[in-house]
């Protein structure tokens, strides 16, 4: 037999209308209840005089009950997080998101909008599930427009990690458009590849008859184990002559509740995120030290590494961010004496092919996001083109160990 609540929780998923209905309903209710509450104080005050006080008390707190519970009872449809009551994703099989768990657990109290949900997983995809970015176009151009020389990464040879694919090839870009040379460096080479042909032929297209065309390469590692890293080095040396500047943006999230975090992906989280971060610092600022050059490194963090992202869970995540800020300060600390800097950027939600397919599927988690991001929308990838340019570039000579947030305001609120 059908459940009269399970049904109105789903008849309420699927009629948007239907809902706003009931939560106007609900409002209003409140509204009535109040007034005739008011007139019964009224009455109350009068009587008080020949009521017993035992009585007068007994009766108050009834009334004081009902009250309570009226308001309970349209706050908890006011108040139900967004991400609760979503349709489920139907279309990208990692994406879970269960909108009547929270219902079945605990009631929504105080506080709801400002804590995660646990009923919210996202795994994230095999390699062949992910989809293929395209390298922007239209900013590549010669100029004509003044600015400041120091930005320019002339002459440098620039590694990023991750940088087949999302933020880590908007970012390859940025510096092949300001000047350098550029190894792109991912677990997915064939990726990898396709793509430094097609940064070096937008280039060209954007460049006609350009005296200069830019090397970029493409290599495989595994970010996470240190002879891999140590390998792919020394192919980009083999074929670059030497590295001067470093992005690492190979990274990932996934999304479970703490207590049911498969704890093999959260090492593995762990082990690409963090231990790939140092493995690939440490190998290239030995480099740089045993050439005795200067260079500059910038640690993709995120936002999530300083503030608790809401409503999807994921504090691995979160506490491998923290670790990644807190490690490019230390190593700019360790290494200022040698003339590397090391900083760390923070993007805030950015639309990259892979939340965007996500979003796309779950349209109320947008909205929640961009609720909460005083800029009102989502970062696009090209907005880190310039961020870390500036941070690869002389123009920051004296910024070492600083976090750069480019996250719409986000973290500030
Ligand atoms: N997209 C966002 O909204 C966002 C926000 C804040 C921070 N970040 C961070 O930015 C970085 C890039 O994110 P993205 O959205 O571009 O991700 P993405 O999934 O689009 O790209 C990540 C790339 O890293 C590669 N990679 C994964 N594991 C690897 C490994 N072990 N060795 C080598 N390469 C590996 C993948 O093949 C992929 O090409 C990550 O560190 C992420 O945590 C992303």
Known sequence: MCDPAEHQKTTHLRHPRLTISLLHSSVCLTSVYLKSLRELWAILAHSRSFLQPCCFVCITTNITMLFRNSVRASSRVLLRPQAARMAPASALHTTRILSNAHDKKTPLAAGSFARTDDSITVEYPEDHELPSSVPVQGRGGLHMKRTLASFSLEGKVGVVTGGARGLGLVMGQGMVISGANLAIVDMNKEEAEKQAAELVEVFRKENPGSARVPKVTAHYADVSDADSVQGCISSIIAEHGKIDSLVTSAGFTENFDA???????????????????????????KHLMERKAPGSMVFIGSMSGSIVNIPQPQAPYNAAKAAVRHMAASLAVEWAHAGIRVNCISPGYMLTALTEKILDDNPELKKQWTSLIPQGKMGQPVDLMGPVTFLLSDASQYVTGADLRVDGGYTVT
């Open 259 to 285: 207590i049911n975090y498969p704890i093999d992906r959260m090492r593995k989280l762990w082990n690409v995120n963090v231990d790939g971060t140092y493995l690939f610092a440490i190998t290239v600022a």
